[in-house]
């Protein structure tokens, strides 16, 4: 438990059932997602979820979307309205600060120089705001229509994108010192379309769990 002041809205604390090393995975591995095109979508999304007393984090380039739900990291019943802020920002100060770290934190600050702030008990790291309007991406997860092709098509995506795609999903699986009789990750291909989005989840270790999207290539 923190027992220092922080500055600005509590947004996570990692150290408890989330460790800083598995949380700095997981925000490069959904960083790793965003648009390199720092104009649009270039961001991380960080929502609060009340189910599970954790956060979501979010991001996109348009072609692909990977969101991943950390539970148990919102404490105190403290919540906050979500924030966007840049993806390769995040990522290098999460980084940074979970290594040797019992525990980093993240905080919104909000005023003339808004900003998140990501610290631990002796250091504090400032990333700027994303200010751009982050898409509704839920809705894309409810597509109706065929899941899986016709048996005269196919599925056409692509490879640099979807492989990617999965890099993320085995960094975020990949984190547990498993026994050896574990079973290995796994990411679940729950539909494929021609057409519209191809939809993947999984989960990893201490209650983490993630979805997937990537659009396909038109023919």
């Known amino acids: 438990?923190?027992?220092?002041?922080?500055?600005?809205?509590?947004?996570?604390?990692f150290g408890g059932p989330v460790p800083p090393k598995q949380a700095a995975g997981i925000i490069g591995a959904v960083a790793a997602i965003a648009s390199r095109d720092m104009v649009r979508l270039a961001g991380v999304?960080?929502?609060?979820?009340l189910e599970t007393r954790g956060i979501?984090?979010?991001?996109?380039?348009?072609?692909?979307l990977?969101?991943?739900t950390v539970p148990s990291v919102v404490l105190d019943g403290a919540t906050f309205e979500p924030v966007t802020v840049y993806a390769a920002d995040l990522a290098r100060a999460a980084k940074t600060l979970a290594k040797g770290?019992?525990?980093?934190?993240?905080?919104?600050?909000?005023g003339a120089t808004d900003h998140v702030r990501?610290?631990?008990y002796t250091d504090a790291i400032h990333v700027p705001i994303d200010v751009t309007t982050y898409p509704n991406y839920r809705k894309l997860f409810d597509v109706a229509g065929d899941v899986w092709p016709a048996a005269t098509d196919s599925v056409r995506v692509n490879p640099e994108l979807f492989a990617g795609l999965f890099d993320s999903c085995a960094t975020i699986s990949g984190y547990a010192d498993r026994p050896k009789d574990a079973p290995l990750p796994a990411v679940?291909?729950?539909?494929?379309s021609a057409t519209k989005v191809t939809m993947i989840t999984g989960t990893a270790a201490n209650g983490v769990s993630y979805r997937g999207l990537i659009m396909p290539v038109r023919k």
């Open 56 to 64: 979501i984090l979010t991001a996109t380039d348009s072609y692909r």
């Open 188 to 192: 679940d291909i729950v539909r494929m």
């Open 45 to 49: 999304h960080i929502e609060h979820d």
């Open 118 to 120: 990501l610290f631990t």
């Open 101 to 110: 770290s019992a525990m980093f934190g993240i905080s919104h600050v909000a």
């Open 1 to 13: 438990m923190i027992t220092e002041t922080i500055s600005g809205t509590r947004v996570a604390v």
């Open 66 to 68: 990977l969101s991943v």
